[in-house]
């Protein structure tokens, strides 16, 4: 959330970024046309520490970071435009990048730690942290996949939360990554197992889903108080080899269904049900409202966290 709008990245055939008023339900405003460049992916969006005002959006495909000012919110029907772009000069996948005090941190399919360190103009500058499988000896397509997580950092203290995709972990990080708590997820009775690698059509070791994959942690937000981390824990299986990509069972298998609230100095406080499954989440900045968004419909759906169930 920027203020009191919901900045919503939703690709259609006209636009790929949507501001709207919770309020009113109204769109206000638009940005990052889809019909001027189609190849373009937007993962994630945050606000920038430094303004306000103003969001960085990654492009996926081109490893950019494009900058939008909101100034112009107050004109409904406003179209939003990026007044600078940083390119991440990055080979492998990122997630989440995120802006610090002297550049930009990312997850990613990394070969040790698990964040990325970039300079302000996008250089790589070092790899940060170290992960729970470090001494497991794994296979780097399965390493990949089990350190890749979303992360949110508080900008008075420039500690990094990460909740992870595809293992069970909420972790709490000070800025440099080094681990100051991690909370294992208990949520479910079938405990989490490393995946063994299988073998593609080329005879390399790949990170295989099975039966027994779980989809972990879905999105993460914060306010100044807590970090909150949608939780899915559903099974993942795959389509047929002619497929064109692995699936989850059916589509509420892709949701997450809890929301975990731990506080920036690691402490688990709530573990939240909600009602209906969801992909994507935010938090309003008192901590009052919880937005949810899931993947089939056009919705968003407001809760007050008060009155939300806790199971823990």
Do not use: C
């Not at 997850?107 to 040790?112: M, Q, T």
């Not at 390493?143 to 890749?148: A, E, I, K, P, S």
């Amino acid at each position: 959330m920027i203020g009191r709008r919901l900045i919503v990245l939703q690709p259609t055939a006209t636009h790929g970024l949507f501001v709207i008023d919770p309020q009113v339900g109204r769109i206000i405003a638009t940005g990052l046309p889809t019909t001027d460049a189609p190849r373009q992916y937007f993962g994630s969006i945050v606000e920038d520490p430094n303004d306000h005002k103003a969001v960085w959006v990654h492009d996926v495909y081109s490893q950019r970071l494009l900058h939008l000012r909101l100034a112009s919110l107050a004109d409904v029907g406003a179209e939003l435009e990026p007044d600078s772009t940083v390119a991440l000069a990055f080979r492998g996948a990122l997630r989440t990048p995120w802006p610090v005090r002297s550049g930009f941190i990312a997850s990613g399919f990394l070969d040790r730690g698990v964040l990325v360190k970039f300079a302000a103009d996008g250089r790589p500058q070092r790899l940060l942290g170290g992960s729970a499988f470090d001494s497991l000896g794994l296979v780097d397509d399965v390493r990949h996949h089990l350190t890749v997580a979303r992360i949110v950092a508080q900008p008075s203290t420039q500690r990094i939360a990460m909740a992870y995709l595809s293992s069970p972990f909420l972790e709490l990080r000070n800025s440099a990554a080094a681990l100051q708590a991690r909370w294992y997820v208990t949520l479910g009775t079938n405990a989490f197992t490393v995946p063994r690698p299988v073998r593609d059509g080329s005879g390399r070791l790949r990170f295989g889903a099975d039966s027994t994959t779980r989809s972990m942690f879905l999105d993460i937000a914060s306010s100044q108080r807590f970090v909150y981390a949608l939780y899915s824990g559903h099974r993942l299986i795959t389509r047929p080899r002619d497929s064109t990509a692995a699936a989850f069972r059916d589509a509420s298998g892709a949701l997450g269904m809890f929301v975990v609230a731990m506080t920036w100095s690691g402490v688990v406080e709530r573990v939240i049900s909600i009602p209906e499954g969801a992909s994507r989440i935010a938090v309003s900045h008192d901590d009052q409202y919880l937005y949810t968004a899931g993947l089939i419909r056009d919705s968003i759906s407001e809760y007050r966290l008060a009155m939300l169930t806790n199971v823990h």
